[in-house]
């Protein structure tokens, strides 16, 4: 007769297969629970790499009186923006940054704030400023300033022999003995002075020029005898 076998005593606990991974033999893998957002944003952090050192108190102080100046120049209070340019620069000399934009500003307010020359009213102030653009070379503003003169005294002579010499400096021949002729034959002293004037130098080869002053004049002088023959630089 077979002998029965003893029931054998099965193993407390789990009762299913055991995962391969926990067979006999093999290392237990690592706890891999999640840490919780809470635990995750007590974790510290790197700080954030500052891109630029922090402002000075004062570059706020200095931006507000430059804000200030910008302003009066909206004004047109071109005074006051150069005080207030002005200060930024002595007294914030440490922000070199704003230095250039203050520099700029106060270089065009320098230049409006400047008075500018009024322009001649008088027919003597006309004269005179023409006389000082012929002898400088401005040919143009001269002419610009006598025929205002003879716009307004047709017979003056004096307006029209500097013109003639004005013309005559710029190459235009025909205009300046022209105007030469009137000149002359409003006061004859003007001849002789055409003669040595060395302003009338370009006509010298041209006939109509030496005609001029050959040829007598046509009707009495009707000069002022308050007047007198205008005198170029060059011709002192």
Do not use: W
């Not at 108190?57 to 209070?77: C, K, N, P, W």
């Not at 070379?137 to 003169?149: Q, T």
């Not at 040829?215 to 009707?222: F, H």
């Amino acid at each position: 007769m077979a002998k029965q076998r003893p029931p054998q005593s099965k193993p407390k606990g789990r009762t299913g297969p055991m995962p391969k991974s926990q067979s006999a033999g093999a290392p237990p893998q690592a706890d891999r629970t999640q840490i919780p957002s809470s635990a995750q944003s007590q974790a510290p952090s790197q700080p954030p790499a500052s891109s630029s050192p922090p402002r000075r108190s004062t570059y706020f102080e200095a931006v507000a009186v430059y804000e200030r100046g910008l302003a009066a120049i909206q004004r047109h209070d071109y005074h006051d923006a150069i005080d207030q340019l002005e200060s930024v620069l002595r007294l914030y000399p440490e922000e070199k940054e704003l230095h250039e934009r203050v520099r700029l500003y106060l270089n065009i307010c320098q230049r409006a704030a400047k008075p500018r020359e009024t322009a001649p009213q008088t027919i003597e102030e006309r004269l005179f400023a023409s006389t000082l653009a012929i002898n400088g070379g401005k040919y143009d503003e001269a002419i610009s300033h006598l025929r205002l003169v003879r716009d307004e005294d047709p017979d003056n002579d004096h307006a029209l022999y500097m013109l003639a010499v004005a013309h005559a400096q710029r190459g235009e021949h025909a205009e300046a003995i022209a105007h030469l002729e009137r000149a002359i034959a409003l006061n004859p002293e003007n001849r002789a002075l055409a003669r040595r004037d060395p302003d009338l130098e370009p006509l010298r080869e041209d006939d109509a020029f030496r005609i001029a002053l050959d040829t007598p004049p046509a009707a009495p002088s009707r000069l002022d005898p308050r007047r007198r023959p205008f005198r170029s630089k060059s011709a002192r």
